[in-house]
């Protein structure tokens, strides 16, 4: 009976995310080609253009395309959406920021030897792991028919209907491979590492054993568009919005208008709750009872003001005795 209910629980929580996603999504979409044709009267195969300038870049070579467009691609989104969060923990400024964080003192000051070989391990899975990783998957994605050609870039609705299949695949891929990185060998030899940051940071969301970054943090986005033969551009896309969300969900601040990172931070915070990303699974599993309990999934939603949910729900004393 527990489980059925935790499957429609599971089910229930799954459709809010994916509408949810969607909803911004389309709505982003259509607001961005909006105002691109209103103001620099682009027109509507804006979209095809940038594609096809993109592969004239790269040569009209599938394979360069492929591995390094896709690199430098993931580079760019990856270091750009760091690289405010980055200032903002070594600074420490702008100041009116720091109340959003989840773990208050935390990384005040913020080790600098930590950070470095932060740094170092990101890179190094971003290009020895990475870049051989890329050739492989490039090669079962040809392999598989898919198409990086501007003139096969699908429909926007098709492409919408990939990314909400795309995410459930990761969900699943992520979800069961980050619980076996758990078992006891594993964790111990491998997952260990990505879990040295109890309270993390934007760029530690890949900072893992190399084994760890093939199998969980790799593998899971790249699924997807193996399965459905997708075409590189909606692997892109997936890709990028999957790095952002990752990036926010190991940030360590809950900004408003952004997804809640709350999940994820207590997952590192407590190790064996909140093995997924979207909670979808977790709630079948029961894997996050002990996060439901907690003042951290009192928080856990879209902050859509500017006072901090740490404000909204306070701590009380007698709560922080029992956590
Ligand atoms: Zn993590
Ligand atoms: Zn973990």
Known sequence: MVQILRLVDSVRKCLFVIGTALLLFVAARNSITWH???????SGDFWQQKWEDIYELCGRDAFFLGVFGTTVFSLLVFWLSNAFLMFLDVTGKPAV??????????????SKDQLWQAVRQVLINQTLVGIPFTVCVYRLLMWR??????QDLPTFHWAVMELIIFTLVEEVFFY????LMHHPCLY?????????????????????????????????????????????????????LALM??????????FPFLP?????DYHHLKFNQNYGFLGVLDRLHGTDNAFRASKAYERHFLLLGLT???QQFPDTLSKKKSE
Do not use: D
């Open 36 to 42: 691109l044709q209103r103001f620099w009267g682009a």
């Open 97 to 110: 920021l720091l109340r959003y964080k989840i773990q208050p003192n935390k990384n005040m000051p913020l």
């Open 145 to 150: 028919g898919c198409s990086v050609l501007p």
């Open 176 to 179: 069961y491979s980050h619980r």
């Open 188 to 240: 111990k030899h491998v997952h260990k590492m990505h879990h040295e940051w109890t309270a993390p940071i934007g760029i530690v969301s890949i900072y893992a054993h190399p084994i760890e970054h093939c199998i969980s943090n790799l593998l899971p986005p790249a699924m997807g568009p193996l399965l459905l033969g997708s075409h590189l551009a909606t692997s892109w896309l997936f890709f990028a």
């Open 245 to 254: 969300s990752t990036t926010v969900a190991h940030c360590g601040y809950h």
């Open 260 to 264: 809640s990172p709350e999940a994820h």
């Open 308 to 310: 901090p949910v740490s």
